[in-house]
Nanobody
């Protein structure tokens, strides 16, 4: 089992940047695929980015809406996954969640087993 805690959210002006962190408990963090999702008020939770578990290389996967602006990375020594968000706009305003799965790597929220509590990102125009 793994517990996830997100941090790094806040208020930022349009065009600005934020870096979110997803800190995980447990010694087997490197064996989990991690996804970032977001949920805006009145909307369904949507996929943002994912990174594969440890291997010879890491695979990353982005939603079209964030590709080229967001970068997902991981530091297994710190049990942390990051989401660097650049060129933010008002449509990025949402609660951001990280999620973990030892078997699934992709964009389906229902396929992830563990979730954090979320961190609010608000982009002002």
């Amino acid at each position: 089992q793994v517990q996830l805690v997100e941090s790094g959210g806040g208020l930022v002006q349009a065009g600005g940047s934020l870096r979110l962190s997803c800190a995980a408990s447990g010694r087997t963090f490197s064996t989990y695929n991690i996804g970032w999702f977001r949920q805006a008020p009145g909307k369904e939770r949507e996929f943002a980015a994912a990174i594969s578990r440890s291997g010879s290389i890491y695979y990353t996967y982005y939603a079209d809406s964030v590709k080229g602006r967001f970068t997902i990375s991981r530091d297994n020594a710190k049990n942390t996954v990051y989401l660097q968000m650049n060129s933010l706009n008002s449509e990025d305003t949402a609660v951001y969640y990280c999620a973990a799965s030892s078997t699934y790597y992709g964009h389906s929220a229902s396929s992830y087993d563990y979730w954090g509590q979320g961190t609010q990102v608000t982009v002002s125009s």
